[in-house]
């Protein structure tokens, strides 16, 4: 029930808008469903009309050939002999009535009446299901695309912890499974469900105003059919719910191995990753199964529950109504065919449920699945946030605990202070926090205890929006988009063709990048890669050094490039450092002997913190050892 609930509170999000739409589809969703439970009327008095007509009618052929045979000598009384037939063949035994009779061939005007109401209700029926048919059409449209958007809004408001715990190919699988689920399940069986639900009660209705007998004996099979129908429900379920989530994981698994193939195939262990696709694909294909079968079996089981309840219909609607004295041959026959009518009715919304069932099931797995991601905690944004404009005294880090998970701490009653302009550079073995602490300062996470203030305001106390443009980070891992170079230096910040370029020569990329055939407009993408990983890392320095920002953050800029390079990086660095508040998270020591700080991170821990000198100069000091085992090697 939780699961629907969610799908509940989802769909209701985007649907709530259209409630005029919704008021006008349920309109002719009654008025379609009223004309088609009056047709089995109308088919019913039709047929009891043309059997009394047909009646009538020999009647009246009966009745020409007796007074035929008079010869125009019309008798005053009739024989007794032929009354005796007369009444036998429910005939009028008055001279004056059997005359009467034969003069005046039976009226078809009550039958053709009641064929003119059938074929006026198809019309009217096939109008108000083409009118709610295209008010389905456009709310689905609208509301699938407002999914869309919400979804990618909300993906852009997330913590990095979301990401950090969805692979990217879950995530993707969201947008375009899970989407395309919902899409689709509800453009084929929104207006399906909705319909065949107002025609089984409508139906249910309809019968008991009909006849009371009929109509029990129309639903007795119910219990059983939905007995049926919820065992196999639960069931398909499950392993529908299965199926995405092994979906999202396939997605993930593939996402990953894509990524990685140039190593796969470097290790030569595209073996191994096929197998892993292989196995992971079995869980799809197994899950599908299971679901494809349970939600197959709906439609045979209630086709037979069907057949069932016709056959009792026939047999037991034609005891009650014969046995009926009160009721003509005709109008017998007319009721039981009328239930019949009603009793395929009365199915034909559950057989139609049942074979839109997975799909149903599907948009309602897709919708708890983005549900949940609309579930997620969003960035902490204070209201009238204190706007951050430039660091003018200090960068205090006071006493900071923080963990990803629950008691595994990551950093331990970390303090560092920096004064406004200087250089601060944090070192230490993988995994000691390095980066932790640079996520913290850009509010990518926020600290446990103790707090982090620029010039003694915590940066939980600021405008998010202006901490982040304030704070400019070059990551390890650098990221080019699709567009041009010039797109990529000026990314989301507005400038001119100068300051691009007085960027890149900064960050000594200029010249490269004059040296390509369409210069600054050269297109970026995976088809025609032309720059190293160092040349990312520049237009990337270059990027952050264009938005001019207050305070300065490098994490490990220069861990992924050759020695020159390194070099070109380091003199971008310099110059992107020069005057500004800086810390600079580095593996290779000499890129930071100039730093005014050094602070040396272990486990967690602050254990040194001074200058170049004056940590070489720490008997049994980590820094030193560290400094003189990387020099050795280099």
Do not use: C
Request: no cysteine; glycine share 6%; proline share 3%.
């Amino acid at each position: 029930m939780k699961e629907y609930s969610k799908a509940i509170k989802f769909f209701w999000n985007y649907f709530k808008k259209f409630k005029v739409s919704f008021f006008i589809i349920t309109l002719t969703i009654i008025i379609a469903t009223y004309l088609q439970v009056k047709v089995p009327v109308f088919i019913g008095d039709a047929l009891t009309q043309l059997g009394e007509w047909v009646t009538a009618y020999f009647k009246h052929q009966g009745a020409e050939k007796i007074v035929a045979s008079f010869n125009g000598h019309i008798p005053a009384e009739l024989p007794q002999a032929m009354i005796g037939e007369l009444t036998k063949n429910g005939m009028p035994t008055d001279v004056t009535a059997l005359v009467d009779l034969a003069k005046h061939t039976p009226e078809k005007t009550v039958f053709f009446s009641i064929m003119w109401k059938l074929l006026m209700s198809y019309v009217f029926m096939t109008i108000a299901m083409l009118m709610y048919e295209v008010l389905f059409g456009r709310i689905v449209s609208h509301a699938t695309n407002s999914m869309r958007k919400g979804l990618f809004g909300k993906l852009e408001r997330l913590t990095i912890s979301f990401f950090d715990r969805h692979q990217d190919g879950d995530i993707l699988s969201r947008f375009t499974s899970d989407l395309d689920n919902i899409q689709n399940s509800l453009n084929q069986s929104l207006a399906l469900v909705a319909t065949q639900v107002a025609m089984f009660i409508g139906v249910i209705i309809m019968m008991f105003r009909q006849n009371v007998s009929l109509a029990w004996v129309t639903i007795a099979s119910t219990p059983v059919a939905i007995l049926l129908v919820v065992i196999i429900i639960r069931q398909a379920k499950k392993y529908i719910d299965l199926q995405q989530d092994e979906v999202g994981k396939l997605n993930a698994y593939m996402d990953e191995k894509i990524s990685g193939q140039k190593v796969i195939i470097v290790e030569g262990l595209e073996e191994d990753a096929i197998d892993g696709f292989v196995k992971q694909n079995n869980k799809v294909r197994q899950a599908t199964f299971k679901g494809q079968v349970y939600s197959g079996m709906l439609m045979p089981v209630m086709n037979g529950m069907s057949f069932v309840n016709l056959a009792i219909v026939i047999f037991a609607g034609s005891m009650i109504a014969l046995n009926d004295k009160s009721m003509s041959t005709a109008a017998a026959l007319g009721l039981v065919v009328m239930f019949v009518q009603y009793s395929q009715q009365y199915y034909q919304p559950v057989m139609q449920i049942s074979s839109s069932f997975s799909q149903l099931q599907m948009a309602v797995t897709g919708a708890r699945r983005l549900q949940e991601m609309f579930d997620e905690p969003e960035e902490v944004r204070p209201e009238n946030g204190i706007i951050f404009d430039g660091i003018k005294d200090e960068v205090q880090i006071d006493h900071i605990d923080f963990s990803y998970l629950p008691g595994k701490p990551i950093l331990k009653d970390v303090s560092i202070n920096v004064k406004k302009g200087q250089m601060v550079a944090v070192v230490g073995p993988t995994g000691s926090g390095k980066t932790t602490i640079m996520n913290l300062m850009n509010r990518f996470y926020d600290v446990d205890n103790g707090s982090i203030k620029f010039d003694g305001v915590d940066i939980r106390d600021m405008d998010l929006d202006s901490l982040r443009r304030g704070v400019g980070i070059v990551l390890q891992d650098s990221v080019l988009f699709s567009g041009t170079i010039k797109d990529n230096i000026k990314f989301g910040f507005d400038a001119t063709d100068g300051e691009i370029i007085t960027a890149a020569k900064t960050t000594h990329i200029h010249e490269f990048i004059d040296s390509l055939p369409d210069k600054y407009d050269t297109v970026v993408d995976d088809d025609e890669n032309v720059f190293s990983t160092g040349q990312k890392q520049q237009i990337s320095i270059a990027r952050t050094i264009l938005t001019n920002p207050k305070l300065l953050i490098l994490d490990e800029a220069t861990s992924n490039v050759d020695t020159v390079t390194e070099q070109q990086i380091q003199w971008a660095m310099e110059a992107a450092i020069a005057g500004r508040t800086s810390f600079v998270i580095a593996h290779r020591l000499k890129t930071i002997l100039n730093a005014d700080k050094i602070v040396v991170l272990k486990d967690g821990v602050v254990i040194e913190e001074g200058s170049h000198q004056e940590l070489l100069h720490v008997p049994n000091g980590f820094y030193a050892e560290l400094y003189h085992n990387q020099f050795v090697f280099e």
